[in-house]
């Protein structure tokens, strides 16, 4: 055996469930051992993903243009948008907290649609890249994901607890929009099959 | 059929002879750099203990008040459910779901999945849905958010502080508490023990019937 070669180019197909190494040829498409469906890389990565991710930047223009949540004092409304709401925090000395919102739901959302964008382009084109350096970029966008959905959890929170009758938080569009997005892009990292990075190289 | 001498790295599809690794030392794929396998001491003990611990605190940081706030004499208290309910009378019913998800039901099932299976395996019983439930609670890792919710009360109790003044309920010390658990559960939980033991069961169980 050579010393790094693809399992898939010496007939082996690992399970995505469960990890188990099956070798390919006995005609059998599930796993042995979890029964779920063995597929070399996951199907249709590339067109899963590019649609996902297409939606997703759809969605974040209203995510970010429409208020997300709205402060009603008095009977005078105050919508805030995202970049708002950080500005806010900003203004009155939560520089942490601030910056903290501003990578959470500005930075991460941002470059994990760029990121992803990109990835797909290297796999479509057969860029000759660092696969190593791709696939550890490809690791930290599915990693942060998930910590976009604070903006979300936080506005649960104070629409909860701010409802009094003179003073309220109500949730605006944007919330819907950004869920979206956070959930959109989720799943178009999980549908990236990162082998197909290792695939395009030429000479490893 | 001898495929099991093999391993291959799930993201760049390395072919590789699994190291025999001891308790503490961890593997990582030569090419790409993934973590591939840490061997945990004690892993089922030690995740069954902590699912039996982690499925008792769901419920008071669930049910039992986080945080309360008092604007003009009119106090008002919160917990992980009825933020949920307060996106629903808004209207917000999608937002409402995804938290519901994210933050009560997905981490209910994982916590329920992860005591059902080490118990199963402590208790070196066999199980046909064994399989089953470890593909679910595989598959729903990524979707419980309870340390970005916990990201979410500190961001809110900061935006709240300048309105009026807060106080805190069990609920959230027992949420707190439900985080530390969960993190040492995922942790502690060797994904490949476990299938390698349900593994076992199974040829035991058909060598013995
Ligand atoms: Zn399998
Ligand atoms: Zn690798």
């Known amino acids: 055996m050579q010393a790094k070669t693809n399992a898939l180019s010496q007939g082996f197909i690992r399970c995505h469930d469960c990890g188990y190494l099956v070798k390919t040829g006995n005609q059998s498409l599930s796993c042995p051992r979890c029964n779920s469906h063995l597929h070399a890389r996951h199907p249709h990565s590339l067109q899963r993903t590019s649609a996902l991710l297409f939606s997703s930047f759809l969605l974040y223009i209203p995510a970010n243009i429409f208020p997300i949540m709205t402060v009603n ?24 907290i601030g910056l903290l919102v501003l990578v959470a739901s500005i930075l991460v959302p941002s470059s994990k649609l760029i990121g992803i964008g990109l990835l797909l382009l290297c796999t479509h084109f057969r860029w000759q890249i660092n ?25 649960s929170i104070l629409v909860d607890l701010v409802n009094f009758g003179e003073v309220q938080i109500i949730a605006g569009p944007a919330a819907t929009a950004f869920a979206a997005v956070v959930i959109l892009t989720m799943f178009a990292a999980e549908n990236f099959d990162p082998r197909l990075l290792w695939d395009n190289q030429k000479n490893l | 059929m001898n495929s099991t ?3 291959a790295c799930p993201e760049c599809d390395l072919l590789l002879k699994p190291a025999q690794l001891k308790i503490g030392e961890k593997a990582h794929c030569p090419r790409c750099g993934l973590l591939l396998s840490r061997p ?30 008092t604007v003009l004499g009119d106090a008002n208290t919160g917990t992980l459910l009825s933020g949920v309910i307060a996106l629903f009378n808004e209207n917000m019913w999608p937002v409402a ?20 299976i080490s118990g199963h395996l402590y208790f070196k019983r066999s199980n046909r849905y064994l399989v089953t ?62 299938w390698q033991r349900i593994e076992q069961l199974r040829k035991e169980n058909n060598n013995a019937s």
């Open chain 1, 73 to 96: 004092q008095f009977g005078a409304g105050d919508p805030h948008t995202i970049a708002g709401g950080i500005v806010e925090l900003i203004d009155s000395g939560m520089i942490p």
């Open chain 1, 131 to 155: 696969a190593r350096r791709w696939t550890v970029m490809y690791r930290i966008i599915a990693f942060v994901g998930r910590w976009s959905m604070l903006d979300i959890f936080m506005i």
């Open chain 2, 5 to 7: 001498n093999y391993d």
């Open chain 2, 40 to 69: 945990r001491k004690q892993s089922i003990e030690r995740t069954f203990a902590l699912s039996i611990t982690g499925f008792i605190l769901f419920f008071p940081s669930v049910l039992l008040p986080m945080m309360g706030i």
């Open chain 2, 97 to 116: 779901i995804v938290v519901f998800l994210a933050s009560i039901m997905f981490p209910l099932v994982h916590i329920s999945l992860s005591l059902l």
């Open chain 2, 133 to 194: 439930w470890m593909r679910w609670m595989y598959h729903l890792d990524e979707w419980i958010m309870l340390e970005v919710y916990m990201l979410g009360i500190i961001v809110a109790c900061v935006k709240l502080m300048a309105i009026a003044p807060l106080k805190f309920g069990w609920g959230l010390y027992a949420f707190i508490a439900l985080i530390i658990i969960t993190t040492l559960l995922t942790s502690n939980l060797d994904n490949r023990l476990f």
